[in-house]
């Protein structure tokens, strides 16, 4: 069964270091989303993306957070300079072109900024 | 703005017993309603969804039904096993929208 996939399973940065945490959605797949959960609270949504640009953000996802396809087959959230907020579980996740609103979640990549 | 309820866990069951988890939403318009599951160390994994109102989703042994009277949606299971020990999630989506706006998840665990 396909299934999204993520890696690294954990990175351990250092404050103010660029991370780049990698996603590999389900091919046939068109809409791409990224959810954090730190420790202990809820999942929240950060951002998706359609066709090539962000069609929806949520207040999180400012100027530090970006996203990318840079191929036909990853994609990434990059943090510019990360913060000891933004410790959490990322999780990546893609829905059909049919828009049935399942998204297929991957298993996560822990960030744990020092 | 929209918000979903869940019940504090953990929730300790023995084999065999009666589930219910329960799920209120806040909403505009008309949402769809999920609930994901999460295993130990896995991702998120949708167990079921129901798009109106006086839906019932089921998947597993699972059921839950869209309740727009009293804006719920309860995930229950007759018999519990072991297996189902994981964190479940109540979520919607907003209407026109794509976000999943989740609620706390509740821990469940089964004992033998």
């Known amino acids: 069964e396909p299934e999204v996939t993520q890696t690294p399973s954990h990175q351990v940065t250092q404050m103010g270091q660029e991370v780049i945490l990698r996603c590999v959605p389900i091919?046939?797949?068109?809409?791409f989303y990224w959810y954090r959960q730190i420790l202990g609270q809820k999942v929240e949504f950060l951002v998706s993306?359609?066709?090539?640009?962000?069609?929806?953000k949520s207040e999180i996802f400012d100027d530090q957070f970006s996203v990318e396809r840079p191929d036909g087959s990853n994609f990434t959230l990059k943090i510019r300079s990360t913060k000891l907020e933004d410790s959490a579980m990322y999780f990546c996740a893609s829905s059909d072109r049919e828009g049935t609103d399942t998204q297929y979640f991957g298993p996560g990549t822990r960030l744990t900024v020092l | 703005g929209n918000s979903v309820t869940q019940m504090e866990g953990p929730v300790t069951l023995s084999e065999e017993a009666f589930l219910t988890i329960n799920c209120t939403y806040t909403a505009t318009g008309y949402p769809s309603l999920f609930w994901y599951v999460q295993y130990p160390g896995e991702g998120l994994q949708l167990l079921l969804k129901?798009?109106?109102?006086?839906d019932k989703g089921s998947n597993k042994g699972f059921e839950a039904t869209y309740r727009k009277e009293t804006t719920s949606f309860h995930l229950e299971k007759g018999s519990v096993q072991v297996s189902d020990s994981a964190v479940y999630f109540c979520a919607l989506t907003h209407t026109g929208r794509r976000a999943l706006t989740f609620g706390s998840g509740t821990r469940l665990q089964v004992q033998p």
């Open positions: 091919s046939n797949h068109l809409y």
């Open positions: 993306f359609y066709n090539n640009e962000i069609s929806e």
């Open positions: 129901a798009t109106k109102a006086d």
